[in-house]
C-alpha cells in the first residue's frame, strides 16, 4: 500500500517556474519507479516524467526536455519536478505515480495521487 500526494501547483505567467512535490507514505519509496503524468482539459493523459528507482536514469517527453527536471530524495520519501520557462501549454492537472519500473505508459503504474492543478497565464 502506498499513499502519494501532490503539492506545489497553482497560477503563473508565462516564462515562470514551478516546483511540485509528490510525498510517499505507507511502503517504501526507493524502491519503486517515480513517474509525472499531466492532463489537460479535453485532452488524455500524456507522459511528461519519469525517474528510476535507483535514480540512475531518468525519461522526459519531448514536449518538457529542457524545461522540466525531475528529481528525487529517497530520505524525504519526496518526489520532485522542477519545471522551468513554463507555457500555457503546460496547463494541466500533474499526477504523481509510482510502479514498479520507469516506463511511459501509464498503466504500468499501480499508485497514484490526486493530481495538483497547473495553470500558465499568457
Known amino acids: 500500500q502506498v499513499q502519494l500526494v501532490e503539492s506545489g501547483g497553482g497560477l503563473v505567467q508565462a516564462g515562470g517556474s514551478l516546483r511540485l512535490s509528490c510525498a510517499a507514505s505507507g511502503r517504501t519509496f526507493s524502491s519503486r519507479a517515480m513517474a509525472w503524468f499531466r492532463q489537460a482539459p479535453g485532452k488524455e493523459r500524456e507522459f511528461a516524467a519519469a525517474i528510476s528507482r535507483s535514480d540512475s536514469s531518468t525519461n522526459y517527453a519531448d514536449s518538457v526536455k529542457g524545461r522540466f527536471t525531475i528529481s528525487r530524495d529517497n530520505a524525504k520519501n519526496t518526489m520532485y519536478l522542477q519545471m522551468n520557462s513554463l507555457k500555457p501549454e503546460d496547463t494541466a492537472v500533474y499526477y504523481c505515480?509510482?510502479?514498479?519500473?520507469?516506463?511511459?505508459?501509464?498503466?504500468?503504474?499501480?499508485?497514484w495521487g490526486q493530481g495538483t492543478r497547473v495553470t500558465v497565464s499568457s
Open positions: 505515480a509510482a510502479g514498479g519500473f520507469i516506463s511511459t505508459m501509464s498503466t504500468q503504474y499501480a499508485y
